[in-house]
């Protein structure tokens, strides 16, 4: 018995040590065996059996690195087999709609959107729209690749259970089976996956955007509203149901605030999101969405008052709601995306002038503040995280398993 229970303890081990091999290997792209073995404790040849066995999966690829200029034996470089396993990623925002064929080691191979009007309650819209994009990724994929997973980001409270829509405010989704009937639509066989926007934003960032140096951050989310994503020691914060950090409703203006869609008044995203800029510079009803915010923008660093106190009021209030934030998690960095992406490099003074009068100084000696280093893509590289989540917890067996 004792022999028995010694066994699954190692192969548990062998298991655990495939997944982190392969997890930094889709992180970083390429790395050395040598590079492996110094950040997993190892020696030499238990890192030598371990991308071996990935190697013969086909998993992994490794090779002698390309434009040595080192003397002495080269460290064998292991690669990820983007070519032939892949996910695929969809990414659902309130104007645009976006499917991804995404290659292990997360470089995106061939992609589709398309724009998804503000039209309410669209379900079947979007699942259509998307499955289509889907079979068309697999069929260009040929027939010797293989799909892990399906990922898709969607700008709501999310179960994760089921993949299932609870509430999305801004098109009015309630418990809307998201999940299910693209899985459907897809007709793989696989699950999809499903996760909130900004939570998935926050993983982007800190796997392989701005934050992949540090473990402690926060992910500030803008579309027509505002969400986010919090990293606390390496792990999504996300409560109970998966339902936590909905940072896009902190109270931050109780006196006199805008209405917000929860019902509530002067929440974060009432006093930061679209129609908040909008509204304050006096171009409601004229273009919306991103271009609309870039409009703004632009006219305020060409010099147009009215642009540019508008900016700079949505620029106090978000300072408001970064100084909470910071004070309550001292984060190492704040990340901005989605349409936050284009409004703080013009507001931030105005956030910076808010964390130096009000955060505490041993939580703001530290703290950087950056927009996404992924771009638009930031929630839908979320979502090939998802894709690939599976896979990367146990290679060797769930890729046997889709076989």
Do not use: K
Not at 72 to 96: H, K
Not at 239 to 255: A, K, S, T
Not at 349 to 359: E, L, N, Q
């Amino acid at each position: 018995m004792g022999s028995a229970a010694g066994a699954r303890t190692q192969e548990q081990v062998r298991q655990r040590n495939l997944s982190e091999v392969l997890r930094r290997v889709h992180r970083d792209g390429m790395v050395s065996r040598a590079a492996l073995g110094r950040w997993m404790g190892l020696n030499r040849s238990t890192i030598m059996d371990l991308t071996a066995e990935l190697a013969a999966a086909g998993l992994v690829r490794e090779g002698v690195p390309v434009g040595r200029g080192q003397a002495g034996r080269p460290s064998i470089v292991v690669m990820p087999e983007q070519g032939t396993l892949y996910g695929l990623a969809f990414d659902v925002a309130v104007d645009r709609l976006v499917a991804a064929r995404v290659g292990l080691g997360g470089r995106i191979l061939e992609r589709r959107e398309a724009v998804r009007a503000r039209a309410g309650v669209d379900l079947e819209d979007v699942v259509g729209v998307l499955a289509a994009f889907g079979r068309e990724l697999v069929a260009g994929a040929g027939s010797g690749a293989l799909c892990v997973g399906v990922g898709a980001s969607y700008c709501g409270l999310i179960r994760r259970a089921d993949g299932m829509v609870r509430y999305g405010p801004h098109l009015g989704w309630v418990d809307q089976a998201f999940g299910a009937e693209l899985a459907a639509g897809l007709g793989l066989g696989l699950p999809v996956e499903v996760g909130n926007e900004a939570h998935l934003g926050a993983i982007a960032e800190h796997v392989r955007g701005a934050g992949t140096e540090v473990d402690d951050l926060i992910y500030l989310h803008g579309d027509v509203g505002v969400g986010g994503g919090i990293i606390v020691g390496g792990e999504l914060l996300d409560g109970d149901g998966g339902y936590g950090c909905e940072l896009g409703h902190m109270l931050v203006n109780p006196f006199d605030g805008r209405p917000c869609l929860c019902g509530s008044r002067g929440c974060l995203e009432a006093e930061v999101g679209e129609g908040a800029l909008l509204d304050y510079a006096g171009r409601s009803g004229e273009l919306v969405g991103r271009e609309g915010i870039r409009a703004v923008v632009a006219l305020a660093g060409a010099g147009d008052v009215r642009a540019r106190e508008a900016l700079d009021r949505v620029g106090d209030w978000l300072g408001v709601g970064v100084v909470n934030l910071i004070n309550l998690f001292n984060p190492a960095l704040v990340v901005f995306g989605g349409m936050l992406r284009d409004v703080y490099p013009g507001a931030a003074s105005c956030v910076r002038a808010r964390i130096d009068a009000h955060v505490l100084p041993v939580s703001r000696e530290r703290v950087r503040l950056a927009v996404t280093a992924l771009g638009d893509d930031t929630t839908l590289a979320g979502a090939a995280e998802l894709a690939f989540a599976s896979l990367l917890d146990d290679p060797v067996n769930t890729l046997a398993a889709l076989r």
